[in-house]
Nanobody
Framework: QVQLVESGGGLVQPGGSVRLSCAAS????????MAWFRQTPGKEREFVAC???????GYADSVLGRFTISRDNAKNMVYLQMNNLKLEDTAVYYC???????????????WGQGTQVTVSS
């Protein structure tokens, strides 16, 4: 069982930066692939980035070059550094944990409650 708690969301201007954090419970954190997804009202949950237990990363095309996912297994933490934010990045961002490094939400077993990121001038 893994519990995930996101933090770091808020209001940011276009072109600005924000870092999201996800704190995970459990002693097997390093065995999980960790990912970030986002969702806006009326739309499906969308893959943003993942960091597999093997150390590989993957990004959605829409955030490639602007967002960076990282993890600290010693602290059971995963981060999402978001730079050069755009209006369309506005969403609730969710942290997820699973055993399969994939881009579909159904591949992940555990989810946080989400944190709102609003990009607005």
């Amino acid at each position: 069982q893994v519990q995930l708690v996101e933090s770091g969301g808020g209001l940011v201007q276009p072109g600005g930066s924000v870092r999201l954090s996800c704190a995970a419970s459990g002693r097997t954190f390093s065995s999980y692939t960790m990912a970030w997804f986002r969702q806006t009202p009326g739309k499906e949950r969308e893959f943003v980035a993942c960091f597999t237990w093997r150390g590989n990363t993957g990004y959605a095309d829409s955030v490639l070059g602007r967002f960076t996912i990282s993890r600290d297994n010693a602290k059971n933490m995963v981060y999402l550094q978001m730079n050069n934010l755009k209006l369309e990045d506005t969403a609730v961002y969710y942290c997820a944990a699973g055993f399969v490094g994939a881009r579909e939400p159904r591949s992940y077993d555990y989810w946080g409650q989400g944190t709102q990121v609003t990009v607005s001038s």
